[in-house]
């Protein structure tokens, strides 16, 4: 019996690898795709619908789908508890995992679907934690979801739409950095952040490949900047229009 229930056959056929993030999209026994992520001292297997541990919390998809049904929309009727923190924290690192799995096998939209169930999770926490220090624990990651996310939606849109798809998901991004400073008095902070720099280089990488030009957002803020209020006038006036699916 012990012999069957070793995975030294799996592990020997699959070596770990330190330098690389070792991903690979398999068939469980019922035949479902699972995803499974090679680690140092074994392999981790994550369901790729609905929780990753492929446990219904509370009978919930997820425990943010139980938090929200709980608190049925209300901010200020529901405090979070000792059991919350812990079942809420299981979900921010499986969902981690499970994000950094779609970027390997360049599922995007995946990948995005993830970040944003991660951000929903810690939006719910800011207004439901009433300990400031363990929402700030949480809060410190947000640019780290934030530049998977805008990561993996300029990759998605390259492949479909090409350069000028990318950097405007990139520039979206960038500005949701910007807001996030900006509620934390941090502003001054930006410009120097490490993964600000990196979404500005791949932005600015896109732009000689695929020798894309400022886009009609960034044209306009360059019209402001150069208080040219005629030209930014029309500019806007596009951008309603393509909004409104005109051309």
Same mark, same amino acid.
């Given at each position: 019996?012990?012999?069957k229930?070793n995975?030294?056959?799996?592990l020997?056929?699959?070596?770990?690898?330190?330098?690389?993030l070792?991903?690979?999209m398999?068939?469980?026994?019922?035949?479902?795709?699972?995803i499974?992520m090679?680690?140092?001292?074994?392999? #981790?297997?994550l369901?790729v619908?609905?929780?990753?541990?492929?446990t219904?919390? /509370? *009978?919930s998809?997820?425990?943010? +789908? &139980?938090?929200?049904?709980?608190s049925?929309?209300a901010i200020?009727d529901?405090?979070?508890?000792?059991?919350?923190f812990?079942?809420?924290?299981?979900?921010f690192?499986?969902?981690?995992?499970?994000r950094i799995?779609?970027?390997?096998?360049?599922?995007f939209?995946?990948?995005?679907?993830?970040?944003?169930?991660?951000?929903?999770?810690?939006?719910?926490?800011?207004d439901?934690c009433e300990?400031?220090?363990?929402?700030?624990?949480?809060?410190?990651?947000?640019?780290?979801?934030?530049?998977?996310?805008?990561q993996?939606?300029?990759?998605?849109? #390259?492949e479909?739409?090409?350069?000028?798809?990318a950097?405007?998901?990139?520039? /979206? *991004?960038?500005?949701?950095?910007? +807001? &996030?400073?900006?509620?934390?008095?941090?502003?001054?902070?930006?410009?120097?952040?490490?993964?600000?720099?990196?979404l500005?280089?791949?932005?600015?990488?896109l732009?000689?490949?695929?020798?894309?030009?400022?886009?009609?957002?960034?044209?306009?803020?360059?019209?402001?900047?150069?208080e040219?209020?005629?030209?930014?006038?029309?500019?806007r006036?596009?951008?309603s229009?393509?909004?409104?699916g005109?051309?």
């Amino acid at each position: 019996m012990a012999a069957k229930r070793n995975i030294d056959n799996l592990l020997q056929k699959w070596p770990f690898d330190p330098e690389h993030l070792s991903v690979r999209m398999v068939k469980g026994r019922d035949s479902r795709d699972v995803i499974q992520m090679r680690i140092d001292m074994g392999i #981790l297997q994550l369901e790729v619908l609905g929780r990753p541990d492929g446990t219904r919390p /509370e *009978g919930s998809d997820t425990y943010l +789908e &139980f938090l929200l049904d709980k608190s049925n929309g209300a901010i200020s009727d529901m405090e979070l508890d000792e059991d919350d923190f812990n079942e809420i924290d299981r979900e921010f690192v499986q969902f981690y995992h499970r994000r950094i799995c779609w970027l390997t096998l360049r599922e995007f939209d995946r990948a995005v679907q993830d970040a944003d169930h991660t951000l929903a999770l810690m939006d719910f926490c800011r207004d439901h934690c009433e300990d400031e220090q363990w929402t700030m624990s949480h809060e410190q990651h947000r640019p780290f979801v934030l530049f998977h996310r805008t990561q993996a939606q300029a990759l998605a849109a #390259l492949e479909e739409h090409g350069g000028p798809g990318a950097i405007e998901h990139i520039n /979206e *991004g960038l500005e949701n950095f910007r +807001e &996030f400073f900006e509620k934390y008095d941090a502003e001054e902070h930006f410009e120097e952040d490490e993964l600000v720099a990196r979404l500005v280089d791949l932005r600015e990488s896109l732009r000689a490949q695929f020798e894309v030009g400022l886009t009609l957002e960034e044209q306009l803020v360059d019209a402001i900047s150069k208080e040219q209020y005629e030209l930014a006038a029309e500019l806007r006036d596009k951008l309603s229009k393509r909004s409104q699916g005109q051309p």
